[in-house]
T-cell receptor
């Protein structure tokens, strides 16, 4: 089944404790992206990747890192999480990064930083 | 800069009523794409429809229909004979090429509650 998976689905952590949220897709998509969803703000893009080893900042990249060493994986790294990073995070992928391509979303990761 | 406005924040209807969710967008490009996504209480984002800027034909899929009007920069979504399972947050989104990034710009979402 074609899908985007994220782990963990739920995470409660404390300020400053490094964490990684994994994202994997099995559709051989070139383009992958991370969004965060906050009440009243909709979804905002954090980082994106056009292909392996090609990543760039989205609209709200501060406090986050990403890497794209393999085509299928695009982990989101929070080196020193803070309470304002409490949010619902979505990973998405699409075939080529063309605006026509539909972006498929993972199930979401609900992160709470205390 | 591109922008998507969903002016309605919450809508509550009784089952079997028709409901229209409004979406207005702003873009400088002539080529762009519009999407609707549904987010049920379980939290995942479900793709509903994609429409490109050159195709103004309205679309109907079962109880769902979409009205795209370039003249008013609107892409409205109507649910006919709503059902409790339609209760969700609905997002309208705009996709255009921003440098090398086909970023989706989302509206803030509309929470639809369908009461039995």
């Amino acid at each position: 089944e074609a899908q985007v998976t994220q782990n963990p689905r739920y995470l409660i952590t404390v300020t400053g404790k490094k964490l990684t949220v994994t994202c994997s897709q099995n559709m051989n998509h070139e383009y992958m992206s991370w969004y965060r969803q906050d009440p009243g703000l909709g979804l905002r893009q954090i980082y994106y990747s056009m292909n392996v080893e090609v990543t760039d900042k989205g609209d709200v990249p501060e406090g986050y890192k990403v890497s794209r060493k393999e085509k299928r994986n695009f982990p989101l790294i929070l080196e020193s999480p803070s309470p304002n990073q409490t949010s619902l995070y979505f990973c998405a992928s699409s075939q080529r990064g063309n605006p026509l391509d539909t972006q498929y979303f993972g199930p979401g990761t609900r992160l709470t930083v205390l | 800069a591109q922008k998507v406005t969903q002016a309605q924040t919450e809508i509550s209807v009784v089952e079997k009523e028709d409901v229209t969710l409004d979406c207005v967008y702003e873009t400088r490009d002539t080529t762009y794409y519009l999407f609707w996504y549904k987010q049920p209480p379980s939290g995942e984002l479900v793709f509903l429809i994609r429409r490109n800027s050159f195709d103004e034909q309205n679309e109907i899929s079962g109880r769902y229909s979409w009205n795209f009007q370039k003249s008013t920069s609107s892409f409205n979504f109507t649910i006919t004979a709503s059902q409790v399972v339609d209760s969700a947050v609905y997002f309208c989104a705009l996709s255009e090429l921003d440098g090398a990034n086909s970023k989706l710009t989302f509206g803030k979402g509309i929470t639809l509650s369908v009461r039995p």
